[in-house]
């Protein structure tokens, strides 16, 4: 237990520092070989990596309908069941962001438009460590479908039989993938950045995975003209904030729920009761033993932080200093802490809703922000599936009336060129009208005389 109070500044900001990413030189140059050799030799770099990665010789990267179909007939009907509902969940909430085109008469004759129109073609990557991932599938996939992007890729590592899990399969299935290859790591970013004989290229990418996806995703975005991709990404964390009404065993099994994914991410509770704390401590102990990912859930609990505040006031400011990927506030009132939450990717309240919840089928999207991104970042929605930009229509009257603002700015900045695409228009339209009123023209010359 740290009390919070007796840090100093200095020491407060070291205690909310994250595990350090593995982001050294060797990785890099890693990386950038996978990359160039997928770049250079396209699908014999795909095979040979995967075989040299995975330790599968695949005859084929793309996986046939009729694997779909199989995949189908081997689930359980409670499984199949379970995919469905999680599917009708995410689709249900994420049916509801639907964008709307934004129209403006800003001045008679000047219109502006904000419009939105799903990215072309996008990339959906999906990690396969110890368990398949169908979840992920179903993020992804879910928001890609309703935008309608013209073309849905999903790349997924092969499993030790060279193939995708059932799971997998079906939830891309409900999503209505169009692609579906069989292919991880690195290479895959790759192929999807560059494009191979058999894959085509894609103009966004989405999804988490290992270290050496992060590095090639962010090596593709700055090296690929347009080729962009979801977010950053860092290992899987969690805060708590609780008072002395919250459930000790609940607290510690939501901190295990998020220990478990791996030994770099990080569990965080803040509560203003020191008698919480301890309780929450022994519980950890017990359930920690129950858990068949006990041993990875053990070393993320060795970066764990159990802070004690003098009030839920200072337990949010701590909440929103470090700025976590996924933010429960178990409190007797959490809508109370609610409306002083500045930086969270996806907010939990209450006793009854565990951050799993989240994680597959309340509904929310669980590709959030992490490593403190949140303070700038926002969860996955149906937003970043498309582009938007704006459209202008403007009359000659609405020109003629933008025209002093425009050519007094255009003289401040010393752009003759902007000026003059101005100033020719009306140049030209008060030729025309001269022209088309030849008495009028006539009569104004006999009053100069």
């Known amino acids: 237990m740290i009390i919070w109070k007796n840090l100093t500044a200095e020491q407060q900001q070291a205690l909310l520092d994250r595990p350090a990413i593995a982001n050294n030189e060797q990785l890099s140059k890693q990386v950038a070989d996978i990359l160039s050799q997928v770049k250079e030799q396209g699908d014999q770099a795909l095979f040979s990596l995967t075989e040299k990665f995975d330790g599968i010789a695949l005859s084929s990267l793309?996986?046939?309908?009729?694997?779909?179909?199989?995949?189908?007939?081997?689930?359980?009907?409670?499984?199949?069941?379970?995919?469905?509902?999680?599917?009708?969940?995410?689709?249900?909430?994420?049916?509801?962001?639907?964008?709307?085109?934004?129209?403006?008469?800003?001045?008679?004759?000047?219109?502006?438009?904000?419009?939105?129109?799903?990215?072309?073609?996008?990339?959906?990557?999906?990690?396969?460590?110890?368990?398949?991932?169908?979840?992920?599938?179903?993020?992804?996939?879910?928001?890609?479908?309703?935008?309608?992007?013209?073309?849905?890729?999903?790349?997924?590592?092969?499993?030790?039989?060279?193939?995708?899990?059932?799971?997998?399969?079906?939830?891309?299935?409900?999503?209505?993938?169009?692609?579906?290859?069989?292919?991880?790591?690195?290479?895959?970013?790759?192929?999807?950045?560059?494009?191979?004989?058999?894959?085509?290229?894609?103009?966004?990418?989405?999804?988490?995975?290992?270290?050496?996806?992060?590095?090639?995703?962010?090596?593709?975005?700055?090296?690929?003209?347009?080729?962009?991709?979801?977010?950053?990404?860092?290992?899987?964390?969690?805060?708590?904030?609780?008072?002395?009404?919250?459930?000790?065993?609940?607290?510690?099994?939501?901190?295990?729920?998020?220990?478990?994914?791996?030994?770099?991410?990080?569990?965080?509770?803040?509560?203003?009761?020191?008698?919480?704390?301890?309780?929450?401590?022994?519980?950890?102990?017990?359930?920690?033993?129950?858990?068949?990912?006990?041993?990875?859930?053990?070393?993320a609990l060795t970066q764990s932080r159990l802070i004690l505040t003098d009030n839920l006031t200072t337990a949010v400011q701590v909440s929103n200093q470090y700025a976590p990927e996924h933010l429960i506030i178990q409190t007797k009132d959490p809508k109370a802490q609610l409306t002083q939450i500045r930086n969270a990717g996806s907010v939990f309240l209450g006793a009854y809703t565990p951050e799993s919840a989240g994680d597959y089928a309340s509904g929310t999207n669980h590709v959030l922000p992490t490593y403190g991104y949140s303070k700038v970042c926002s969860s996955l929605s149906l937003a970043d599936f498309y582009r938007r930009f704006t459209v202008q229509e403007i009359t000659k009257a609405g020109l003629a009336s933008l025209a002093p603002c425009i050519t007094e700015l255009t003289d401040a900045e010393g752009l003759d060129g902007h000026k003059r695409a101005v100033t020719i228009r009306l140049e030209q339209q008060a030729t025309q009208e001269q022209t088309a009123n030849p008495i009028e023209q006539s009569k104004q010359q006999g009053e100069g005389q």
Do not use: W
């Open 62 to 299: 793309q996986v046939t309908q009729t694997q779909v179909e199989q995949a189908k007939k081997a689930l359980s009907t409670e499984r199949l069941a379970a995919i469905n509902t999680a599917y009708e969940q995410i689709k249900s909430f994420h049916q509801a962001q639907q964008p709307q085109d934004v129209v403006v008469e800003t001045r008679p004759g000047v219109i502006c438009a904000l419009t939105s129109q799903a990215i072309e073609s996008v990339g959906l990557y999906i990690p396969a460590g110890s368990a398949p991932l169908p979840s992920t599938v179903l993020m992804l996939g879910v928001p890609a479908q309703l935008a309608n992007c013209d073309r849905k890729v999903l790349v997924c590592p092969p499993d030790q039989n060279g193939k995708l899990a059932n799971e997998v399969l079906v939830a891309a299935d409900l999503c209505n993938i169009d692609e579906i290859y069989t292919l991880g790591g690195a290479q895959a970013i790759a192929a999807l950045a560059y494009g191979s004989q058999t894959i085509k290229p894609v103009c966004k990418v989405f999804g988490p995975g290992n270290r050496f996806v992060t590095e090639a995703k962010k090596q593709l975005s700055q090296q690929v003209p347009g080729f962009a991709i979801d977010m950053p990404a860092g290992p899987s964390e969690v805060l708590v904030i609780a008072d002395s009404n919250s459930k000790p065993a609940f607290i510690a099994a939501d901190l295990l729920s998020q220990a478990e994914h791996g030994p770099d991410s990080q569990v965080v509770l803040v509560s203003e009761s020191e008698s919480l704390i301890t309780e929450v401590e022994q519980a950890l102990a017990q359930q920690l033993a129950q858990l068949s990912r006990r041993d990875i859930a053990q070393q």
